[in-house]
Nanobody, 122 residues
Framework: VQLVESGGGSVQAGGSLRLSCVASGDTDLANCMAWFRQAPGKEREAVGHISTGGGSAAYADSVKGRFTISQDNAKNTVYLQMNSLKPQDTAMYYC????????????????WGQGTQVTVSS
């Protein structure tokens, strides 16, 4: 499975961005997908995850109510809509996929994208 993120950029606080993650290859192995982020000098943290087979997404408390994960299975794409962005949202954002929901939740997914940078200025 190959994952390619896009949509990052620089915005001012309060702005919005939409990240995309396109999966290719054996997408049957990408039943569960998630977004993670890592800021300089900090550990990677989960942003949220979704099962591509259906069901609702789950989010970290730090982004709940501001970020939304959605999917377009026909395009093998998962999106991360980020609204009301804050400077503390600045990070490299990564897409991850795995057939195991448990591994996704634990951050131990087999498949990762290269990341897309999001920078939020105050």
């Amino acid at each position: 499975v190959q994952l390619v993120e896009s949509g990052g950029g620089s915005v001012q606080a309060g702005g919005s961005l939409r990240l995309s993650c396109v999966a290719s290859g054996d997408t049957d192995l990408a039943n569960c997908m998630a977004w993670f982020r890592q800021a300089p000098g900090k550990e990677r943290e989960a942003v949220g995850h979704i099962s591509t087979g259906g069901g609702s997404a789950a989010y970290a408390d730090s982004v709940k109510g501001r970020f939304t994960i959605s999917q377009d299975n026909a395009k093998n794409t998962v999106y991360l809509q980020m609204n009301s962005l804050k400077p503390q949202d600045t990070a490299m954002y990564y897409c991850a996929a795995d057939p195991s929901f448990a591994k996704i939740v634990l951050g131990r997914a087999n498949y990762w994208g290269q990341g897309t940078q999001v920078t939020v200025s105050s």
